[in-house]
């Protein structure tokens, strides 16, 4: 993983969890985080997919796949922010 990738993944995540908390009752204590997509080149229409995992506080995994379309959307548009920021930046 490129250090670009690993500072987009580090930046996300504490909004992932953030996220997350302000809007449910059961809390995320931790995330695991991969790329379920990242471009080679970006052409505004591309940007990175996030893979995800929630570890909740009573141990339980949730994945990106079982949460709910607001907050996945929530999630693809900080990410795309984010990345969008640094391309736009030349990091």
């Not at 080149?41 to 709910?68: F, H, K, V």
């Not at 795309?80 to 030349?90: D, M």
Request: hydrophobic share 25%.
């Amino acid at each position: 993983m490129s250090k670009e990738q690993q500072n987009l993944l580090k930046q996300v995540r504490p909004m992932l969890i953030t996220g997350w908390n302000l809007n449910n009752e059961e809390k995320c204590y931790d995330v695991k985080l991969s790329f379920a997509y990242y471009p080679t080149e970006y052409d505004g229409g591309n940007p990175p997919r996030i893979r995800y995992t929630l570890i909740m506080e009573s141990g339980r995994e949730q994945s990106n796949l079982n949460c709910s379309k607001h907050f996945t959307d929530m999630i693809n548009c900080i990410t795309k922010c984010i990345y969008e920021s640094k391309v736009n930046n030349g990091n």
